[in-house]
């Protein structure tokens, strides 16, 4: 891996491509993503991770505003193609592109790129035949080694910048979940936050052989788990669920699991009960892509806290959870979660959003609402930012709206989080209807909105699962609606 490596920052070095410069990659779980990370940080450049499901839109947007000069991708990977996602740029789209390298997939040749001012070669013609690199760049602690973009509650996507400072601060945490000799298969997507520093990051630190599958398949990962004497279930619950829900799990499997760490998404308190019964201790941690570990439970935690709540603060984070005015709440009171550490990220590319976000005196602004009991353990109790996390991915509700919102039949529309047993949680939209003749009027369904998401290239893990048809909506004073009372609504319907 670190020959290979070596060979990828010889690639990019040959085509002009110098250390500083921004290169995004946008793999599955697959060993070349785990060599892009490693090779471009030997290089000194600025690694952009994109989640491989992410599209057209999103992917161009990124390439874009970060500027980057090259961008490693497959050639297609289910429905998404990266081929097209360059070829079918406007002009000036991505105007600072100019080198597309290609893991191959098929026995095709890679095509000529369709713009003349950038050129693509294949991962193997490029990096399997170049001279490799002997030195390592050199590169300050604080100098931003990658961009990771989240969606949240913009439209697009949030450009979250870490150093190598921050980054190396968050690996003592990430790496305490990490029990030593028990190796697990990760499923979340490298190119995410949690993959990124559970899979690649983390067991590099501690010396420890990473275990990637590339796409899920929980009847799959169980004969893996069994072949490679492996756990699973690291991640969002939706991975522990499914293996454990699956009829051909056994207690050999939980043998092999014994605990997991579970983040990134709200896990459920009767997932942890399900695993309990299978002699599985589950511990639960709260953070984000800006500020990645903010709260996390102990193996050792009482059962009601582990389980039940999501950790407390962890070594060098300081929360505090505050009112409206900015004032902190008394114990057992909501407020919304704020904090900061060395592990904390620098901020957004875009500076209107950072400073909407981090205050002057260094407190980053979740978001999120939460509950400390008074042995300090937080609990999450809603989000005010309009963010839905399903399987550990964010999806910016006012993306999904503005899509819908488009639709003639629809006259008004409000996106949110509606509570998953195996995701965590899933898109649900709350349509109010334009006036129309009910006889004439064609059926508007769930199908209808999928459909048009589909045709304007919205991804398809954004699509609302559920459809509330609604005559009108809790509000404000101002007229706002009230997504806090729809929450509650779906939550209360929910046995």
């Known amino acids: 891996m670190h020959h290979e490596a070596q060979r990828l920052v010889g690639a990019l070095r040959e085509r002009g491509v110098e250390p500083g410069e921004v290169v995004a990659f946008q793999l599955p779980n697959w060993r070349e993503a785990v060599v892009a990370f490693y090779g471009l940080a030997m290089g000194g450049y600025v690694l952009v991770p994109i989640v491989h499901i992410y599209g057209a839109k999103e992917v161009r947007f990124i390439m874009a505003q970060s500027g980057a000069r090259a961008y490693i991708s497959a050639d297609r990977n289910g429905y998404v193609d990266y081929i ?13 592109l100019a080198h597309h390298i290609v893991v191959e997939t098929t026995d095709d040749r890679v095509p000529a790129t369709t713009h003349p001012e950038q050129q693509r070669a294949s991962w193997t013609d490029a990096v399997s035949r170049a001279a490799p690199i002997t030195d390592v760049a050199h590169a300050d602690p604080d100098d931003v080694c990658v961009l990771a973009y989240t969606s949240g509650t913009t439209s697009d996507p949030k450009g979250v910048m870490h150093t190598h400072r921050t980054l190396l601060a968050e690996l003592p945490h990430i790496t305490q979940w990490i029990a030593p000799g028990a190796p697990n298969l990760m499923g979340s997507p490298v190119t995410h936050a949690t993959g990124m520093l559970g899979a690649v990051l983390g067991p590099m630190d501690l010396g420890e052989n990473i275990h990637l599958i590339d796409r899920w398949d929980p009847d799959h990962a169980l004969d893996v788990m069994l072949e490679a004497g492996i756990g699973a279930g690291t991640g969002a619950s939706v991975f522990l669920a499914s293996i454990i829900d699956h009829p051909r799990f056994t207690p050999e499997h939980a043998r092999l699991i014994r605990g997991v760490g579970l983040g990134g998404a709200p896990v459920p308190t009767a997932l942890a009960e399900r695993a309990a019964a299978h002699g599985i201790r589950l511990i639960r941690a709260y953070g984000s892509t800006e500020h990645p570990s903010i709260t996390g439970g102990q193996y050792d935690d009482p059962d009601r806290q582990r389980n039940g709540s999501d950790g407390r603060p962890l070594d060098g984070v300081e929360m505090r959870l505050v009112d409206d005015d900015g004032n902190d709440v008394a114990t057992g009171r909501p407020g919304e979660i704020v904090s900061r550490g060395p592990d904390l990220s620098m901020g957004y590319t875009d500076p209107a959003l950072t400073a909407a976000a981090f205050d002057a005196d260094g407190w980053y602004h979740t978001g999120d609402m939460g509950v400390l009991d008074r042995d300090g353990y937080l609990t999450i109790t809603d989000r005010l930012n309009d963010v839905i996390i399903r399987g550990g991915e964010n999806i910016s509700a006012a993306e999904v709206e503005a ?11 409000a996106v949110v989080a509606a509570p998953d047993a195996r995701l965590g949680e899933h898109a649900c939209a709350f349509v109010r209807l334009a006036p129309r003749d009910a006889d004439t009027a064609p059926a508007f369904d769930l199908a ?48």
């Open 448 to 495: 209808t909105i999928t459909a048009h998401l589909q045709q304007v290239g919205i991804a398809r893990q954004k699509w609302p699962e559920e459809l509330r048809i609604v005559d009108d909506y809790p509000r404000t004073a101002s007229g706002k609606i009230r997504k806090v009372d729809l929450r509650a609504q779906l939550r209360e319907a929910r046995p």
């Open 84 to 96: 097209d996602i360059v070829d079918g740029a406007a002009p000036g789209q991505v105007a600072n």
């Open 403 to 413: 899509a819908i919102s488009a639709l003639p039949a629809v006259a008004e529309v």
